[in-house]
Nanobody, 127 residues
Framework: EGHLVESGGGSVQAGGSLRLSCTAS????????MGWYRQAPGNECELVSFISSDGNTYYSDSVKGRFTISQDNAKNTVYLQMNSLKPEDTGVYYC?????????????????????WGQGTQVTVSS
């Protein structure tokens, strides 16, 4: 069964850095996007970043210029380098591999959509 394993969360002071990683195993070939969304108490789900199999990337406006997503195709792993962290970056980060991540924070999916979730990793940024 397909699954994702994430790591790299932790606690840092504002301005610090963390690197998240997510490794996918036995996911279907149509899971062409991999990335993260985050959820903090009292906040809406926010799609943070993802990378497509063709190398195209997406970043939320709130993280552009600070976060960089990359992939190691041989390891089926994606990385999210998070620099200049801010307290508002605090939350649980969930890695997802899916046919499309554009709708991950919405209540509906395109017909035929499929996806896999990691266990989540906590990121805490103190002021």
């Amino acid at each position: 069964e397909g699954h994702l394993v994430e790591s790299g969360g932790g606690s840092v002071q504002a301005g610090g850095s963390l690197r998240l990683s997510c490794t996918a195993s036995a996911v279907t070939s149509d899971a062409s996007d991999m990335g993260w969304y985050r959820q903090a108490p009292g906040n809406e789900c926010e799609l943070v970043s993802f990378i497509s199999s063709d190398g195209n990337t997406y970043y939320s406006d709130s993280v552009k210029g600070r976060f960089t997503i990359s992939q190691d195709n041989a390891k089926n792993t994606v990385y999210l380098q998070m620099n200049s962290l801010k307290p508002e970056d605090t939350g649980v980060y969930y890695c997802v591999a899916a046919s499309s991540l554009a709708y991950i924070c919405l209540s509906w999916r395109p017909q035929g959509w499929s996806g896999y979730w990691g266990q989540g990793t906590q990121v805490t940024v103190s002021s």
